[in-house]
Each structure stands twice: as C-alpha cells, then as structure tokens.
C-alpha cells in the first residue's frame, strides 16, 4: 500500500508542476486525439489518474474485507467506519479521508513546555492547543520555513485588471507565488534560518504575517480542508514531542551529526 502511495504523489508531483505541459497553456490541445504527435501527455495521464484511486481503494477494500471476516486489526479506517454504519455518503468520505493520511533545540523548550502542561500520564488533545503556545509558534513556523506547496493552484483572470503597475490581460493563468512570500525579508526578516519565536505575540514588536493565511491558498481557491489540515498538523506534532525524544545523530567519534536541508522540486514537496 506505501509503494501505491509513493507511485500516486509522484505522479502528482510530476503532473502538478506549472507549465511542464503544452495543454497547461494551451487547454484545447486536450480535445486533440491522443495518436496525434505531441499528445503523449494524454496517455500518460490516463495512467496516472488511476493512481489515487488505487491508493485509496485497496486498502480500503482489504480493511473492508478485514471487517467482514472478523480480523480487522484496531485502525483509523476500521472505526470510522464503525461509526457510520451504512451511509453511503459517509463511507466515500471515509475512504478518502484515511487515504489523505498517506499524504503526509527548539524540541527540548517543547517538551518542557508539553510535560508542564500535559504531564505524562495522557496524550495531548485539541482542547490542550491555547495552552501550549511555544509548540503552536513551532507549528506556524514550520508551515513557513517549508512550504508543502510552493506554489497555488493555478487562477484565471476572467477580465483584464492593472496591478500596481503590471497590465494582467483578460483569460490569463496566475500562479501565487507561495515560495517567495515565505521569503520576503520585510514580512519575515532572516527567512532562512527557522525562528520559531518570531511568532511568539508575547515578544516585543510586529507579529508576522499568519502562515495560515496563504500557505493553504489565496483566495475562493483556498483549499477546503485548511481547517482539518492544521489540526491535524498540530496532533501529530503534539504527539511526537510528547512521546519522542528528538535528537542529533552521531558519527562514530560522537560527534553530533548536522542535517542537511535537501529541498525537492515538484508541486507538492
């Protein structure tokens, strides 16, 4: 199931990059038949949009088969679909909704601040959020120091428009630059480096710009799971620190070994 998964994002990374296609800027080239020269993006696609499917109908189907057997394992999938019973519409969204789930110094303050509040005796949940502000700052600059999406999706201009200087004619594709307010130094001075504090309200000074605010989309195009999204980020987060102890590896002089950032290309990093 994890080798569907990895083939299904790599395709969407591939896909999803603007303008790697003719057709991205020359839609009606989809109405041509695919036997003509050049249309081999047609039938690569045709392959490709198998594979989402795939990666959430089988295992949905092999918990399913699971279930009706008596030998479901406890998973997320199996109780939610406990829960709705026979509704039809509720199980399409269960099945999508455990498919996304494939998809995908400052740790010692975070643990503090996680075993001051939460003790060790339970699990963080949502309603501990408002009381574990450093991890939330953790959180939000983790969304800006690495954009899971550099760019929007792409947006239509449906009537020509002027701004600030730049003429936008009418019908043409406009991409938000998710990227590059990431790292525009007058909303976030030392863009590189990962400051978890520059969100810390309490802190003397503006409070930057709420990655929440564009990272997820601009505009109508916004996407909707943002809410679910960012709840989720939280949880996972919340649950790592709680339960993990994060550290360096070392070499074989134990020396601490220093990360690299590698960055990846595609529509979804």
């Not at 690495?146 to 600030?164: A, F, I, K």
């Not at 990962?194 to 000074?205: K, W």
């Not at 990272?215 to 989720?232: E, K, S």
Request: aromatic residues 10%; proline residues 8%; hydrophobic residues 35%.
């Amino acid at each position: 199931f994890v080798t569907i998964s990895d083939e299904a994002i790599a395709s969407m990374s591939t896909t999803g990059v603007a303008g790697r296609y003719l057709v991205d800027s020359y839609p009606f080239l989809r109405l041509l038949p695919t036997w003509l020269p050049g249309m081999k993006f047609k039938a690569m696609a045709q392959e490709w949009s198998k594979l989402p499917y795939r990666m959430v109908e089988e295992p949905y189907q092999w918990v399913r088969k699971q279930m009706n057997e008596g030998k479901a394992v406890p998973s997320f999938l199996r109780d939610l679909l406990n829960s709705i019973g026979n509704d039809e519409h509720g199980e399409d969204m269960a099945k999508w909704t455990a498919g996304s789930m494939y998809n995908a110094g400052s740790h010692t303050t975070a643990r503090e601040e996680m075993d001051r509040v939460v003790g060790t005796d339970r699990l963080p949940t949502m309603s501990d959020r408002p009381k574990l502000p450093y991890l939330e700052c953790i959180l939000l600059e983790t969304m800006r120091w690495y954009p899971v999406t550099p760019l929007t999706v792409p947006h239509r201009v449906e009537r020509e428009d002027m701004y600030q200087g730049y003429r936008i004619p009418a019908n043409s594709t406009v991409f938000a630059n998710i990227y590059a307010i990431t790292r525009d130094e007058r909303i976030f001075p030392n863009p590189e480096a990962f400051i978890s504090e520059r969100f810390d309200g309490t802190q003397p000074g503006p409070t930057p710009l709420d990655p929440r605010e564009f990272v997820f989309g601009i505009g109508r195009r916004i996407c909707p799971g943002n809410t679910v999204a960012d709840a989720t980020i939280f949880l996972v987060m919340a649950n790592l620190v709680a339960t993990m102890d994060i550290t360096k590896a070392k070499d074989e002089n134990g020396h601490e070994i220093e990360p690299q950032v590698v960055r990846t290309g595609g529509l979804v990093r």
